[in-house]
């Protein structure tokens, strides 16, 4: 039986680290045994923020990988600034009155010259070359994800001019995600963001989602069929370790400028001060990037002493870290916007044996999730009180030596079971 060629077009690809890789290397990973042939289009010279060289290992060989040229901007950026291109590349945005002039002047660049994102020129070059390709192999079906949205543009110029069917798949929303209102865009920006976003939206013939909120948002915006497909979590084979014997409460992951909960980093200084054996097990473990606004609010609250500091890893070790610490922390920023973001990693934490410890907005997909698959427990930024309970609750558990999760209902979140259900919105040759 032949094959259904599906083309899918994105940035990030292995060895591009952090959590944007993730989702479409385990499609691609799984395609093959729903008897599609996934086609990769990538750009061949990419300027990715994080490497992880283990990725490649996980890409098949019999995958076809098409590669062009890309015009990186953050490149050229950091020769002014290297520092500040570097971090908004990878998010990492500082409060407004810590910005530096230069700062100021790369985010209105960024916002208001390049709509919708720093890649927009790969645009033209790729449906140049891929209108011919697409032609030859006999190609019906195109996938674009973002962000960078700015792909969707070239999934939109396919389907005019091709008639192809075009799936538009968002793994964060498009102008309400949280990082727009920090990019000092004009009147003007904001108007040509939405009008774009309305078209791609109105265009595709069939919309992906990571979460219920986006899907509710996008449904007051076009009447495109739209499908919730969540991140989720792969088989990984990782060496075991033994756990962590502090009692670490571990963020893997970016910790941005607003994922920044005061009324956790007080609860934990003040359950220091008055419990002297919690102050002697207790250690706070960050895996991954984190922003200079949050350390100033571990030093100020006294925790910096307690605080052990690791770096970006790669995701096979993100994984071992998870396993092995006592609980897991997870932290969105408070704000309407963010209610829709279920970060990758909080499948991957599910998975671990290890109790959650989630702060957000209230009525947030995150808080659903964890209580839907009894993972863990979920708080808004005014929980103080219970935030302080339920860390006891975990300590004293972890003295006892019985610190676990009885997890119900993971196995829909598995990376193949989500894999089928994007099977079923492909349409079929």
């Not at 990186?72 to 020769?79: H, I, S």
């Not at 140049?128 to 996938?143: A, M, N």
């Not at 002493?305 to 609980?327: D, E, R």
Request: net charge positive; aromatic share 10%.
């Amino acid at each position: 039986m032949n094959k259904n060629k599906v083309l899918i077009i994105t940035y990030y690809w292995p060895p591009a680290g952090g959590p944007g890789v993730q989702r479409w290397l385990k499609f691609v990973k799984y395609l093959p045994e729903f008897n599609i042939e996934p086609i990769v289009y990538i750009p061949e010279n990419p300027n990715y923020p994080l490497i992880d060289h283990s990725l490649i290992a996980e890409v098949s060989k019999e995958i076809t990988i098409l590669k062009q040229p890309i015009s990186e901007p953050y490149k050229w950026a950091g020769l002014f600034s290297k520092k500040s291109s570097k971090t908004i590349s990878k998010g990492i945005i500082s409060e407004e009155k810590k910005q530096s002039i230069i700062e100021k002047i790369m985010l209105y660049v960024r916002g208001n010259f390049f709509i919708p994102d720093a890649r927009k020129s790969w645009v033209k070059p790729s449906v140049r070359y891929l209108l011919d390709y697409i032609e030859k192999e006999h190609i019906s079906t195109i996938i674009t994800t973002g962000p960078p949205h700015s792909l969707h543009l070239i999934g939109l110029q396919l389907k005019e001019k091709l008639g192809i069917k075009w799936l538009a798949d968002f793994r964060d929303p498009w102008t309400t995600i949280g990082y727009h209102k920090q990019l000092k865009l004009t009147e003007s920006s904001k108007l040509k963001h939405k009008a774009l976003e309305n078209q791609v939206l109105n265009s595709a013939d069939q919309i992906i989602v990571t979460s219920s909120v986006t899907k509710k948002e996008f449904q007051n915006i076009t009447n495109t069929p739209i499908e919730v497909i969540t991140n989720g979590y792969d088989y990984e084979t990782v060496e075991a370790k033994p756990l962590d014997t502090k009692f670490t409460l571990a963020h893997i992951g970016s910790l941005l400028s607003k994922r920044n909960p005061e009324v956790l980093w007080q609860v934990l200084a003040e359950l220091i001060k008055e419990n002297k054996s919690f102050a002697q097990d207790f250690q706070l473990k960050f895996v991954g990037a984190v922003s200079q606004t949050v350390l100033e609010s571990i030093d100020k609250n006294g925790l910096t002493p307690y605080l052990n500091t690791i770096g970006y890893v790669s995701h096979k070790a993100s994984i071992a870290f998870q396993k092995s610490s006592q609980v897991l922390l997870l932290v969105e920023i408070d704000s309407e916007e963010t209610k829709c973001i279920i970060p990758g990693k909080l499948f991957e934490y599910m998975v671990s044996n290890r109790p959650i410890l989630a702060l957000g907005p209230k009525d947030s997909d995150v808080e659903r999730i964890i209580k839907e698959t009894n993972t863990g427990n979920y708080f808004s930024y005014i929980d103080n009180r219970s935030i302080k309970s339920i860390i006891l609750s975990h300590y004293k558990s972890y003295l006892d030596k019985s610190l676990q999760v009885q997890a119900i209902g993971l196995q829909k979140y598995s990376r193949k079971n989500l894999t089928s259900k994007l099977v079923s919105v492909i349409p079929k040759n």
